[in-house]
């Protein structure tokens, strides 16, 4: 499964140790220049391919008091045998009972219904077995319900366009359309639908659905991954008013607490946000290049994902804001709709950056700042007041920072 993927506010700050940038970096933030709404950050869980989260390791995973990290997406496997559905549903309980959405993925059909009567080694789903797929999925989406579990968001299948010796199944563009046209009616309402979740964001998979009426029509979010590719922008998806969805990725299975590697992460995430994706999602939350490590720790993977993860909250609106106000400093900005606003800042130099902000259209009374660095896990770095809609604060060298209003 994984061989394949390594594809009195006021504060004085005294910097007279600090190696400062010269010249300061602008920033200007505009509340009324909307993009996309933000529906959450996550991770997978998947018991029965890896050991299944503990329920301190599920709490600190999807609660958001200190020391956890706020994660509002958990993505699971719907086992192609309904005897093995009970395993999910512990971690899937707890991950809804503190808010978390539920994103449902098949790897494959039941065996039966495909054309090389195997789980393993892709295979296509026959025309025949719609019917009883659908069936399978709706199983799915009402056993976890019953269970006060219920599936937010349910995928037609995972990486189709993979074609491994594990459990798999080859879906093609036209596949997905003639699948929803057929069955899309039956899919139930209350769900978001989800495709075609493809290894690289290929739109020859995405595409057809989105050119096709009907098709269209029985899917609410084009979902992909980003093995092989950076986070790009989808302007067909958007125009045909489908959310956009990163649904798995990890950059590389090193140490997760490799601090180097988790400013990659860092990229990322500002790199997803710009590409107007309204949820990133993280493969396996517990694993040596996890989120959380094997021992259950947050990782320094985890601790940049909490950066976003923490503060900015599900229903929450990414807002226009300077992307690169410096060389190496990345910068996104989001808001609720009660008028708070969360700043993200990447700063992938080895220096202090001065960063002059503006705020346009809107204004805060403060903003408090939170650093995860090579030193620092979302430590609290001071208050900022915000006078006639500006603020001045320095962004720690090669860290991960976010600013947050009072």
Known sequence: MEMKKLLGISTVFLLSSMSLSAVAGSVYVNFNAEYQEIDGFGGMNAPGWINDLTSAQATTAFGNGNGQMGLSIMRMRIDPDSNQWYRQVPVAQIAHSYGAKLLATPWSPPAYMKTNNNVNNGGKLKKEHYWGYTDHLMDFTHYMAGRNAPIYALSIQN???????????????????????????????????????????????????????????????????????????????????????????????????????????????????????????????????????????????????????????????????????????????????????????????????????????????????????????????GKYAVSNNRFTAYADPWSVLTFVSE
């Open 159 to 381: 990486e189709p366009d993979w074609h491994p010796n594990y459990e798999s199944c080859d879906w093609s563009g036209a596949d997905f359309v003639n699948y929803l046209n057929s069955q899309g009616s039956r899919l139930d309402s209350s769900l978001k639908i989800l495709a075609p979740e493809s290894l690289g964001f290929n739109p020859a998979l995405s595409d057809p659905i989105l050119n096709n009426y009907v098709a269209r029509n029985h899917v609410d979010i084009i979902g992909g991954h980003l093995y092989g590719v950076k986070p790009k922008n989808y302007p067909l998806a958007l125009q045909k008013g489908k959310k956009l969805w990163m649904t798995e990725h990890y950059t590389d299975n090193e140490d997760a607490n490799n601090w180097n590697k988790a400013m990659d992460v860092g990229l990322e995430l500002h790199q997803s946000m710009v590409a107007n994706y309204s949820a990133y999602i993280w493969w396996y939350i517990r694993r040596s290049y996890g989120l959380l490590t094997e021992n259950g720790n947050i990782s320094k993977r985890g601790y940049v994902m909490s950066q976003y993860s923490k503060f900015i909250r599900p229903g929450d609106v990414r807002i226009a804001a300077t992307e690169v106000p410096e060389s190496n400093v990345y910068v996104t900005a989001y808001k609720n709709r009660s008028g708070k606003l969360v700043v993200a800042v990447v700063n992938r130099s080895n220096s202090h950056k001065e960063l002059k902000f503006t705020l346009q259209n809107g204004t805060v009374g403060s903003m408090t700042k939170y650093v995860t660095s090579a030193s620092k896990n979302v430590s609290y770095g």
